[in-house]
């Protein structure tokens, strides 16, 4: 139990183009999920928590406007990166906590290349 | 908030040696922390967590040690395998899973 699956994989994109992330909890049901992103070689960086019915929050320094979070249902959780540039490239990993402690459960993440 | 090091950086082992990597934190009010491996192009898999009431936990040839007076706490596999190359990252987290990850320890076992 606990999957946590993301939706593309990888995907490469143009300067200027949106670019939409899905993460879903497939077997359980997540009103809170965490997305993160990983520059090659260094730690995950929490961007924002996204919060179903209500609003992301965003850590320090992440532009929301650029980056936008929309907690549609208790299984999916979706990241628009807008006006995607090649400074966004990177690898944009969700997470969803469990029903016990603390524990948070990943997706296999999504490489985002920007041409 | 919360600040997690973690060493060393990079560790090379012999196949079935021990491995040890080390994790500090900063806020005393952490009460979780796990590890997780993570392979190159892949999603952290959690591997093993401890939580603030205990002091050591073991599954199989992975342990990991808790000490919450010196706000450390460290992952031990044993044994070591090739296919226990990879980059693991210790973490620490207060309520809600929100964590901050250590900067990561690639490891390589060589057979």
């Known amino acids: 139990g606990a999957v946590v699956s993301q939706h593309p994989s990888w995907v490469i994109c143009k300067s200027g183009t949106s670019v939409k992330i899905e993460c879903r909890s497939l077997?359980?049901?997540?009103?809170?999920m965490f997305w993160y992103r990983q520059f090659p070689k260094q730690s995950l960086m929490l961007m924002a928590t996204?919060?179903?019915?209500?609003?992301?929050?965003?850590e320090q320094g992440v532009e929301k406007d650029k980056f936008l979070i929309n907690h549609a249902s208790l299984t999916l959780s979706t990241l628009t990166v807008t006006s995607a540039h090649p400074e966004d490239s990177s690898f944009y990993i969700c997470?969803?906590?469990?029903?016990?402690?603390?524990?948070?459960?990943f997706g296999p993440g999504t490489r985002l290349t920007v041409l | 908030g919360e600040n997690v090091e973690q060493h060393p950086s990079t560790l090379s082992v012999q196949e079935g040696d021990s491995a040890v990597i080390k994790c500090t934190y900063s806020?005393?009010?952490?009460?979780?922390f796990p590890w997780y491996k993570q392979e190159l192009g892949k999603g952290p898999q959690l591997i093993i967590d401890?939580?603030?009431?205990?002091g050591e936990k073991k599954d199989q040839r992975i342990a990991v040690t808790l000490n919450k007076t010196a706000k450390h706490f460290s992952l031990h596999i044993t044994e070591t395998q090739p296919e226990d190359s990879a980059v693991y990252f210790c973490?620490?987290?207060f309520g809600a899973g929100k964590s901050t990850f250590g900067d990561g320890t690639t490891l390589t076992v060589k057979p």
């Open positions: 997470s969803a906590p469990g029903t016990t402690y603390n524990e948070q459960f």
């Open positions: 077997d359980f049901q997540a009103t809170t």
């Open positions: 996204s919060n179903e019915g209500s609003k992301a929050t965003y």
């Open positions: 806020d005393s009010a952490s009460n979780y």
């Open positions: 401890i939580r603030s009431n205990v």
């Open positions: 973490a620490a987290s």
